[in-house]
C-alpha cells in the first residue's frame, strides 16, 4: 500500500509494486549478481537520476567487494514518453577498464537511453557489460534492444512513477512504483 503522508499517492490510478515487494525483488537480484560475480571486479553504473534509488538498495544487497558510478542520460524532458534523442549528461569517473560492469537503470522502456549508456561505457573498454533494469516494460515497439540480464518486474506499457521514477522531477520519492493518473499529465 501506498504511504497514507504522502498526498502524492492520490496521484495514482493503481499500485503496482509495493515498498516490501520492491525490497524483496532487489535482495534477490542483489544475490544473483553476488552469485554471478564472485572472483570479478565489478561496477556498477547507475543512469541519473532515475535509476538512483534502485542503485542505493541494490549496492547494499551485493555481498561482494564492488564500487560504482552515475552517469547522466536524457530522454524525456517533461513527457511521458521519450523525446527520441538521448543527450549524455554526466560521464563515469571511475576507471572501467577491464572491470565487469552492470549498467543500472530504473526502467527498460523505448532502449533508446540504455543503447546510448552501453555505448558510452564501451568507450571506457570494460571487460564485460550487463544490464539491470528495476522495471522492464512490456513492449513490441522498441526503438533499441538491449539484453537485460537482471530484471526486477515486468509491467504493462503504461505511466509508472515512484521508486526514483518521476514526471517532471515529481513522485520519485513515493514508495512503491504505481501508475501515474492520467488526469495530470494530460
Not at 45 to 74: E, K, Q
Not at 90 to 112: A, M, N, T, W
Request: negative net charge.
Amino acid at each position: 500500500m501506498p504511504s497514507p503522508h504522502n498526498p502524492l499517492d492520490s496521484h495514482l490510478t493503481r499500485v503496482l509494486y509495493s515498498k516490501e515487494a520492491i525490497r524483496k525483488r532487489i535482495q534477490e537480484l542483489g544475490r544473483e549478481i553476488t552469485d554471478d560475480y564472485k572472483d570479478k571486479n565489478l561496477v556498477l553504473v547507475g543512469i541519473l537520476r532515475g535509476a538512483l534509488v534502485f542503485l542505493s538498495d541494490l549496492t547494499r544487497a551485493i555481498d561482494l567487494p564492488h564500487s560504482w558510478d552515475m552517469c547522466g542520460a536524457s530522454s524525456y524532458g517533461s513527457s511521458t514518453a521519450s523525446s527520441g534523442h538521448v543527450q549524455i549528461t554526466k560521464d563515469v569517473e571511475v576507471d572501467l577498464r577491464d572491470k565487469d560492469v552492470i549498467v543500472v537503470e530504473d526502467i527498460y522502456d523505448s532502449g533508446r537511453t540504455l543503447r546510448a549508456i552501453c555505448d558510452l561505457v564501451r568507450v571506457h573498454q570494460p571487460a564485460t557489460i550487463e544490464v539491470a533494469a528495476l522495471l522492464f516494460k512490456d513492449k513490441s515497439d522498441r526503438a533499441s534492444e538491449v539484453f537485460v540480464k537482471y530484471r526486477g518486474f515486468t509491467i504493462p506499457d503504461e505511466f509508472v512513477v515512484g521508486y526514483g521514477l518521476d514526471y517532471n522531477e515529481y513522485y520519485r520519492n513515493l514508495e512503491c512504483i504505481g501508475i501515474l493518473d492520467p488526469k495530470i499529465y494530460s
